[in-house]
């Protein structure tokens, strides 16, 4: 394991980002992960920000709201199946971890796990939420990703740890 500062996860988390990541979270004996495809990394109120776009319908946003973390798990490698099951299937109703076969670790400085694969982690914790104002979208944007009307909250959170794992 290699901590990392800003400057040396940056500009490989924003590379990563969009070829889908794993969103994890816990609360009350219940882990969670999603695929993710869309956030950002920057400085925001002078720390180290993630952005996470969480769908209203999601279980992972129920969990968030109550332990107000998560990780993010950018793997290194190609992981299709296990991104695919995340990324369809529900929490509520099955264990994608156990379905998926990912294993988890602990994390460094939050009670949520991480993936253990080689990748780039991110241990995140919430500072700022923002629930998705359909009228100040843009109508493009609307009608593209939002035709079913379930809209995102934004969790804006501190990374307070990050690391590559081998």
Known sequence: ??????????GQAAELIPKNAFMTTAHGGKT???????GSVGIMWRKPVFTALVRQSRFTKELVEQSGEF??????????EALAL???K??????????AKLTLADSQAIATPIIATPGLQ????VVFKQTMQPENLAAA??????????????????????YRTE
């Open 71 to 80: 990780t993010i798990t950018l793997p290194l490698s190609e992981m299709k």
């Open 1 to 10: 394991m290699t901590n990392l500062t800003y400057e040396q996860f940056s």
């Open 122 to 125: 991110l241990e995140c914790k």
């Open 90 to 99: 529900s929490g509520r109703d099955m264990d994608k971890i156990a379905a």
């Open 32 to 38: 969670n992960t999603m695929t993710i495809g869309w």
């Open 141 to 162: 944007e609307q009608a593209s990703c939002y035709a079913d009307g379930d809209y995102h909250t934004l969790y804006f959170a501190e990374i307070v740890a990050a």
């Open 86 to 88: 995340c990324g369809t």
